[in-house]
């Protein structure tokens, strides 16, 4: 069966100090993998998209790893912001075509000062 | 135009009462998306469309769930007899081609009284 399944379920953070998430999936074939953060009362937008031969990729001050081998990624964040209190989810697509996206549920991250 | 965008962004109905939620999608897109995603919830997929037509229905929750998507871009979704169940936020996404990057709208969250 084709899942994704994130930890924590919930993180609270001091403001300046770093986390990393996670995400573990069975999904296969496996074409992509992309995190999205989700502001409260807002739509998710696109962190980062790794393909099956990157491991790192970095945005800002976030820092996503994939291990296709064993099918886990990691996303890290680095000198947390208030303004990173969100919720993070990664989805695993796949196949390129279609509608082959699986979602997880998601980390809460609250950083607070 | 800049992003997807749906409408209302908010909408409060009283049980029983159709509704019609709209989505427009970034210009060109050709998939789109519909997603329902509960207070403290991952995302639940509902229908998506390829063009105007629409290849996977499965994750409609019963039959007063249909959407319609007319000259490959703007989608409605049609809600009828709402239930309180119902209540949850409405997200559209859009992608080109199908299957890579989807792009979110900011969510329409209904309110069945």
């Known amino acids: 069966k084709n899942q994704v399944e994130q930890s924590p379920q919930s993180l609270i953070i001091l403001e300046g100090k770093n986390c990393t998430l996670q995400c573990n999936y069975t999904v296969s074939p496996f074409s992509n993998l992309r995190w999205y953060k989700q502001d409260t009362g807002r739509g998710p937008v696109s962190l980062t998209i790794m393909t099956f031969s990157e491991n790192t990729k970095s945005n800002g001050r976030y820092t996503a790893t994939l291990d296709a081998d064993t099918k886990q990624s990691s996303l890290h964040i680095t000198a947390s912001q208030l303004s990173d209190s969100a919720s993070y989810i990664c989805v695993v697509s796949g196949q390129n075509t279609g509608n082959q996206f699986y979602f997880g549920t998601g980390t809460s991250l609250t950083v607070i000062p | 135009g800049a992003g997807v965008s749906q409408s209302p962004s908010n909408k409060v109905t009283e049980k029983g009462k159709d509704v019609e939620l709209r989505c427009d999608p970034i210009s060109g897109h050709t998939a789109l998306y519909w997603y329902r995603q509960s207070l403290g919830q991952g995302l639940e997929f509902l229908i998506y469309?390829?063009?105007?037509?629409?290849?996977?229905k499965s994750g409609l929750p019963s039959d007063r769930f249909s959407a319609e998507r007319t000259g490959g871009s703007v989608s409605t979704l049609t809600i009828q007899r709402t239930q309180q169940e119902d209540s949850a936020v409405y997200l559209c996404?859009?992608?080109?081609?199908?299957?890579?990057?989807?792009?979110f709208g900011p969510g329409t969250r209904l309110t069945v009284l």
């Open positions: 996404a859009s992608s080109s081609p199908p299957g890579y990057e989807q792009f």
């Open positions: 469309f390829q063009g105007n037509s629409a290849p996977d």
